[in-house]
């Protein structure tokens, strides 16, 4: 079993930055990529941002681009996603999620992948 605990979410304004992480913990597992989704009240779940085990492939949606920043720290077994320039569209339940075994690619589709944390909330004002 793995758990996934994010922590960052909050409040912000618009232009406003946050920054969540989300640690990886349980089982051991040699290599994982990783991916952050959102869901936003009365709307599907979408992928954000994925990442690849050595961190060198990197997805974002068109939404995101340019100002959100996915990362990781194997040694921490932690995925980051830094936003900056935040809308209110942004507003959402942020989820990160792992896909377990070796590979080179990331991940976009939620089915791909076999744990998620829990969530954290990220409003964002006008």
């Known amino acids: 079993q793995v758990q996934l605990v994010e922590s960052g979410g909050g409040l912000a304004q618009a232009g406003d930055s946050l920054r969540l992480s989300c640690a990886a913990s349980g089982r051991t597992f040699s290599s994982y990529a990783m991916g952050w989704f959102r869901q936003a009240p009365g709307k599907e779940r979408e992928i954000v941002a994925a990442?690849?085990?050595?961190?060198?492939?990197?997805a974002y949606a068109d939404s995101v681009k340019g100002r959100f920043t996915i990362s990781r720290t194997n040694a921490k077994n932690t995925v980051y996603l830094q936003m900056d320039s935040l809308k209110p569209e942004d507003t959402a339940v942020y989820y990160c999620?792992?896909?377990?075994?070796?590979?080179?690619?990331?991940?976009?589709?939620?089915?791909?992948?076999?744990?998620w944390g829990q969530g954290t909330q990220v409003t964002v004002s006008s």
């Open positions: 990442i690849s085990w050595s961190g060198g492939s990197i």
């Open positions: 999620a792992i896909k377990l075994g070796y590979s080179r690619r990331y991940y976009t589709e939620d089915n791909e992948y076999d744990y």
